[in-house]
């Protein structure tokens, strides 16, 4: 049996869950999504569970269980409702390029902690980083950086430091699963009880990771390392994993496509820097373009805004405007397919 408490559960779920007690139902925490199917985690072991007709229904596609969401199961083990996420970790859905039915995919739910899991055995790619970190930012949960395969870098010590610098409030570790350098400082962040899940491209060994700190070499699936110090990804699913430290971390297949899903917070707190520089500007609305007094064209005058560091926030920022603008054309579609033709009586 599983102590419900070591994978999550505290005194404000069991207050959320006291209506569905009353209907003689329980909690789980779903650890796999299948196609039509639930692996859920629960005090008296694991269930496979599918979600009722009425639940389908009822729900909207982001409102259905993903790996991380406490449900509530009844005594067959379906899955009646999901209870509220604290957290969650969304991004806006692939392959929708050139249609304004843009839709929102949740990854992963109830969230402490966001692992941005980036390789030294390449060069960093700051634009995907300050991705990532929008996103993980704009979940609620806490980020991480983490920068794996330490021991394929000459100065690992000195990527971290230029990486910390771009926001002096997110941590960023190395770490090395060949040598164990940075294990522990990851393992600081997955508490008994809390969550984490990890987040970058593949290939930049998440799953090699969640193996070592689970301390199971085959618990999932790994790519050969080829000659140039790059794991071939493998991972197709989330899967939830309880840790021996008592922490819990959820792997993630690596994305193809990282786009923004109506991130403003995150992008604010992604770049905050550029937020109290435009705080400072003469006028409110201030478009740092051609205006007066404005403190961001002067940071930029000066050095101390690095002008690339500008352009990928400006490209980030209409990126999120594009997204909003496609919002509003398809609901004001929706609207006009609902209305009423003017024809009929």
């Known amino acids: 049996m599983t102590e419900l408490a070591t994978l999550g559960w505290n005194d404000a779920w069991d207050s959320l869950f006291a209506p569905f007690r009353e209907r003689d139902l329980s909690p789980g925490r779903v650890a796999i999504q299948h196609r039509g199917a639930y692996d859920v985690l629960t005090a008296e072991g694991d269930v496979r569970a599918k979600i009722t007709g009425r639940l389908r229904r009822e729900s909207s596609p982001v409102d259905l269980p993903v790996v991380g969401d406490w449900v509530a199961l009844d005594s067959a083990g379906a899955i009646i409702d999901v209870l509220p996420r604290r957290t969650k970790l969304s991004r806006r859905a692939a392959h929708d390029e050139g249609s304004d039915d843009v839709r929102e995919q949740v990854i992963a739910a109830n969230l402490d902690v966001v692992f941005i899991v980036t390789s030294l055995g390449e060069e960093v790619d700051l634009h995907l980083l300050e991705r990532y970190i929008a996103l993980a930012l704009e979940s609620r949960a806490r980020p991480v950086i983490l920068l794996t395969k330490a021991d394929l870098e000459p100065d690992p010590a000195a990527v971290a430091a230029e990486v910390a610098g771009m926001d002096g409030e997110i941590p960023a570790h190395t770490v090395s699963v060949r040598t164990g350098l940075g294990l522990d400082s990851v393992r600081s962040h997955l508490a008994s009880g809390l969550t984490g899940a990890l987040l970058g491209p593949s290939g930049v060994g998440k799953s090699t990771l969640v193996n070592a700190l689970a301390g199971q070499s085959d618990l999932l699936a790994t790519g050969a390392v080829r000659a140039d110090g790059q794991g071939r990804h493998t991972t197709t699913r989330r899967q939830l994993v309880l840790l021996p430290s008592g922490g819990l971390i959820i792997d993630n297949p690596g994305m193809r496509e990282v786009h923004l899903w109506l991130a403003d917070d995150g992008l604010t707190e992604a770049f905050d820097d550029i937020a109290a520089l435009a705080a400072a500007c003469r006028f409110s609305d201030c478009s740092h373009d ?42 004001r579609s929706r609207a006009r397919r609902k209305r009423p033709d003017a024809g009929e009586p």
């Open 290 to 331: 051609a205006e007066p007094g404005c403190a961001v064209k002067a940071a930029l005058a000066d050095g101390r805004l690095p002008t690339e560091r500008w352009r990928r926030y400006r490209s980030l920022q209409d990126e999120l405007a594009e997204l909003e603008d496609r919002l509003k054309r398809h609901e």
